[in-house]
């Protein structure tokens, strides 16, 4: 590395998703309108570090919903490096937790059914070897906090 190239290296910023805690809480999910799609917890944008690689942010958008601290870490380098059938199981994990949230705004809204009914309709549907199958129990946590912001939008 050349002298000039050194002095003018950018460092490492801070994480837009975080906004450099180390940890996305309530109110980086709110900002980044992640609502139901995310939950508190270590940043993965930046591994909890606060800061973000030059190369996360160039190639990896602070919203990406698929990127969790989860992942393997072979997994985050093909999001990094824009592999497309990453990309493609990243956007169809995304359209199904949207979908499901239509599914779950619509029955209690428009069909007046509560969680646990509506728990039951879905896993009455559910494939036993769908991608995203879910426990009943998280499933009924999950339409609750749905609920829950229904009827805060709703005041």
């Not at 002298?3 to 490492?12: A, C, D, E, G, I």
């Not at 493609?88 to 937790?97: S, T, Y």
């Amino acid at each position: 590395m050349t002298l000039f190239n050194f002095l003018f290296k950018k460092s490492n910023s801070g994480c837009p998703r975080c906004l450099g805690k180390g940890f996305v809480d309530w109110e980086d999910i709110k900002r980044l309108n992640k609502q139901l799609k995310w939950a508190p917890g270590p940043c993965a944008y930046c591994t909890a570090t606060g800061k973000a690689s030059e190369e996360m942010l160039t190639n990896v958008a602070v919203d990406t919903t698929y990127l969790t601290i989860d992942l393997p870490e072979s997994e985050i380098e093909k999001i990094k490096n824009k592999d497309e059938e990453t990309i493609e199981k990243g956007r169809l994990q995304e359209l199904f937790v949207e979908s499901i949230i239509k599914y779950i705004e619509y029955h209690y809204v428009q069909e007046n059914m509560d969680a646990e009914s509506i728990a039951h309709l879905y896993l009455s549907t559910e494939d036993e070897k769908a991608p995203f199958s879910v426990e009943k129990e998280n499933l009924i946590q999950y339409i609750n906090k749905i609920i829950e912001l229904k009827k805060s939008e709703g005041n």
